[in-house]
């Protein structure tokens, strides 16, 4: 099997050369998914048993921080393919095989539960809308988060709350609705999905939060939700890294009277702080990663070790788009014009900060585990 990570540099290259068809087609073109999925980058969270990767989270992060280099929306993209894909491993067998078991099969879809699964003679009839269904038109299957229902009324939870869980559903059942006009991550297709009751078994249904994974390795006692914080901080790590050498190379050639900007000490000193941070922010990553893989290896992850691997993962996000910024003002009058790779991504990073993953409210949550208070952790 090819390795990903050097499958992941080789293709980085010809997504940049194709950033702008990216960004114009408003969606990961067909090819570029076609290209990831045949090398295998999609099956990076699938158990071996399947014959996926069933990498460790450091080299999935570093997978997907490689193809982001290249271009942000492609990183986008298999990241959300790859980290959905983990239920395969809650999954039962028979669907496992029959969903993940094609080698370059691409799934995607919305964890929320937007939508309504109704009971009906052992089956759910799920129906909704959900929106940022990213990289969807390129799925051969999606999951759409939903609330259970008999007849009218919701099932409850012993606390009270609704019970939810993610539908999974062929794509041809399901209507994908272009909604997806937008400032940054444009290449990523993340219009909106809809269904409208579409027949799922019983047992063609997965939650995250309450379902225990068939599968025994360690990759499947981390966090799935601090997988998919990960995600995103090694998507944002990688366009960051891109638009710190976007902006150095042309630093050394853009010469104002004699000298080049890079002789510039304003410039250098700016330059070095924007590294230093994004070097930090990384290496914050890799540390809160180590030991939370050492704790999947024990056998479980504290509560604590699982909130300072989402701060890891939002510091790298928030602080990438920092980094962008400055990238961005180093680059100049060049940087504004569209032909500009910085301006891109800038747009790209503050659009990854939004997600729900990585937005200003992980901070409260941490806070309040590593001050022993009340909280609800059951997406940490």
């Not at 050097?6 to 087609?25: G, K, S, T, V």
């Not at 048993?49 to 990498?55: A, C, D, P, V």
Request: net charge neutral; aromatic share 4%; hydrophobic share 45%.
């Amino acid at each position: 099997m090819t390795n990903p990570l050097a499958a992941a540099r080789d293709i980085a290259p010809a997504l940049a050369a194709r950033a702008a068809e990216i960004e114009e087609a408003r969606r990961l073109p067909a090819d570029i998914a076609a290209t990831l999925a045949s090398a295998g980058l999609f099956r990076l969270a699938i158990p071996k048993s399947l014959n996926g990767h069933e990498l460790p989270p450091d080299a999935i992060f570093a997978t997907l921080e490689a193809v982001a280099e290249g271009d942000a929306s492609a990183g986008w993209c298999l990241m959300i393919g790859a980290t959905t894909a983990l239920i395969a491993a809650y999954l039962p067998r028979h669907h496992a095989e029959a969903i993940l078991g094609p080698s370059e099969v691409i799934t995607g879809g919305v964890f929320a539960p937007l939508g309504r699964a109704v009971k009906a003679n052992g089956h759910w009839q799920v129906s909704g809308r959900w929106s940022w269904a990213s990289g969807s038109a390129n799925c051969h299957w999606l999951v759409g988060g939903a609330v259970l229902m008999e007849g009218n009324t919701p099932l409850l939870q012993e606390d009270g709350r609704p019970r939810h869980r993610m539908m999974l559903m062929p794509r041809d059942a399901v209507e994908l609705i272009d909604t997806w006009h937008a400032a940054g991550l444009k290449g990523t297709g993340s219009g909106d999905m809809a269904a409208a009751a579409v027949e799922v078994p019983a047992d063609r249904s997965v939650s995250l939060i309450d379902d225990t994974p068939h599968e025994p390795g360690p990759l499947y006692r981390f966090p799935p939700f601090g997988l998919l914080a990960l995600g995103i901080a090694a998507v944002a790590c990688g366009n960051a890294r891109a638009s710190l050498d976007s902006v150095a190379a042309a630093l050394k050639t853009r010469r104002s009277g004699t000298r080049t900007a890079a002789e510039r000490s304003t410039i250098q000193a700016d330059l070095a702080r924007a590294e230093a941070a994004w070097m930090a922010a990384r290496a914050g990553v890799q540390q809160a990663l180590s030991q939370a893989w050492q704790e999947a290896l024990g056998g479980g992850i504290r509560l604590q070790t699982r909130a300072r691997l989402r701060l890891a993962a939002t510091h790298m996000t928030r602080t990438a788009a920092d980094v962008t910024r400055t990238a961005y003002d180093l680059g100049g009058g060049a940087a504004l014009y569209l032909e500009s790779p910085l301006q891109r991504r800038f747009r790209d990073a503050h659009a990854m900060t939004q997600h729900i993953m990585v937005q200003g409210g992980t901070w409260e949550l941490a806070g309040k585990v590593l001050l022993d208070q009340p909280a609800d952790t059951s997406m940490l």
